[in-house]
């Protein structure tokens, strides 16, 4: 993975709660058996007028003009602007795959859904929490000043912006560690082999039968 | 010492280890996979020469692209065939045990799953699907996981987790009749809210859960993560463990008594402390009927839809709705009883009682039942609700996951409105334009005899 430390980006703002996964990918671009190839495809029914299907040439559809990321000055964004319970419903991962493909690198929401947030940090890309006063506050900004920047310090937990505008945000210490030094989890998890061989050795003396062959 | 929670006593049977920042390793008991979110997995496990600590604690189905007709012919759309077929090949590659298409056995994975006895109360549960709280329903921990972590499961037998916080909801009293376990857990999402539940697990309890049927406990399970919770629980009985009994992978012998000993230890202790506690009377649940894009905005089927405002009008507008409207004054185009949610032996029962003798309205363009397994359908059949069905109208499909989300040929076609079973009505979910309402089997087939939504109360 990818290290993550200084993300300064163009902001978009996407002015919708429980943005669902579904949204975020639709179902029909799931049958890809690769991790890569779904940025063109982020959104796809609000984005595109016409239905989607894997391996059109999305440079010929036409586009939804309303739609925040058809609109010019959002087509480089690094930053996405949500509200709350982002990323609910199914627990694909193609969700962060295609923001992240799209070239997003963090989002600004007040609430994810538990299972997208954790799909984020699998796969470098940073979800900031943020008070609802806050994100009310950048929608306003951004609806004032479009072309919007800002640069989030993962280090410092910081977020800075023009005039300024600096926001602290939390983050969990051990999602923060593997961000930084771009830590694969599995890994991570392999060095504590002699910890898992004990626990497995005293539960299947406990519970014989949860280690029973399943034979189909 | 403070009593524990079902919760508490699943995560500590199976904790590895704990991290001073809070984080803890977990073990995982069983990995249910299906084709959709597992290749990526597998690739990345080739990619770093990594293999299954335990292949066998695995169970592989495909589900999500199957056809649910002419099956004999095959896949017509070739990238769902290379999924299929990549799964075939990765359990093949790497000895994961895997029910295959023409299985009679191949179903929807959270149906096969307990059917099969491959999950079982104690148990941690994982799978590349949000639905996989479904297990819950039998006394285990269940969740779902995204694709970086089926491979952490696959090559650790781990996962790295946090602890959620214990809500505990209670149903308290008798459910009406034609009242069911889908109306209840639609109520309780319409009143907590899609992200009512995040960061918790719930566990379901109150005398509405203890008198509902195992397959019951699993619909309201199943819809937790429609409440934000990544896991939901229900407390053992004798039911669960008559549930299991004779079980093709339920334990035997010795394994069996020792195991009914562990069971009965699954349950909250008297004195418990829960974070959050919501109590319902079971009694004021009504059928339920939802008109918006999340499965939040639900209504009494005799309730009005709400008035168009700044939260809502997207919503309306989506569904072709208007406020102040009757849910029953809107003609459905199809019907679609499935998915993890409804797709079970007395699902199908529940909804051939409904249709028995009568004909679907001509106005509806398509009704369709799919059963959740190769063995709820012979099973269905052995007692002739496929007939039942047929002779009112409906097609008799084969399992799978179907129109839950249209990723077979299955699908609503742009502005068609559907009666649905199913646990998701997010814009597009059945196919793009597409109108969702989710209800239960019951109110399902009553809306396919009426042509609309009828409270099931009046024409029964």
Known sequence: ?216 | MQGKTLYDKLWNIHLVRSDENGSDLLYIDRQLIHEVTSPQAFAGLKMNQRHPRRPSASLAVADHNIPTKDREKGIDNPISALQIQTLEENCKEFKIPYISMEDHRQGIVHVIGPEQGATLPGMTIVCGDSHTATHGALGALAFGIGTSEVEHVLATQCLVQKKMKNMLIRVDGKLQEWVTAKDVVLTIIAKIGTAGGTGYTIEFAGEAISDMSVEERMTVCNMAIEAGARAGLIAVDQKTINYMKDKPFAPKRDDWESAEVFWETLKSDADALFDKTITFNANDIQPQVTWGTSPELSINIYDKIPKRNPEYSNALTYMGLSEDTSISDYLLDKIFIGSCTNSRIEDLRDAAKVVQGKTIADTIKLAMVVPGSGLVKEQAELEGLDKIFIAAGFEWRDPGCSMCLAMNADRLDDGERCASTSNRNFEGRQGQGGRTHLVSPVMAAAAAINGHFVDIRETN
């Open chain 1, 1 to 216: 993975m990818e290290k993550v430390s200084i993300i300064d980006g163009v902001v978009a703002p996407l002015d919708r709660s429980n943005v669902d996964t579904d949204a975020i990918i639709p179902k029909q671009f799931l049958k890809s058996i690769k991790r890569t190839g779904f940025g063109v495809n982020l959104f796809d029914e609000w984005r595109y007028l016409d239905h989607g299907e894997p391996g059109m040439d999305c440079s010929n559809r036409p586009l939804n003009k309303e739609f925040v990321l058809n609109q010019t000055q959002y087509k480089k964004a690094q930053i996405l602007l949500t509200r709350s319970n982002f990323g609910c419903g199914s627990s694909r991962e193609h969700a962060p795959w295609a923001i992240i493909d799209y070239g997003f690198k963090a989002i600004l929401a007040s609430s994810y859904a538990d299972i997208f947030y954790n799909n984020c940090f699998k796969n470098g890309l940073l979800p900031i929490v943020l008070s609802e006063e806050i994100i009310q506050q950048l929608f306003l900004l951004l609806k004032e000043q479009p072309n919007f920047n800002l640069k989030i310090d993962l280090e410092n937990q910081m977020i800075h912006g023009a005039s300024e505008l600096s926001i602290p945000f939390e983050l969990d210490s051990y999602r923060k560690y593997c961000l930084i030094n771009g830590l694969d989890e599995i890994g991570q998890t392999l060095k504590y082999g002699n910890s898992i061989d004990d626990f497995e050795l005293k539960h299947k003396k406990n519970f014989p039968w949860l280690f029973t062959e399943l034979e189909v």
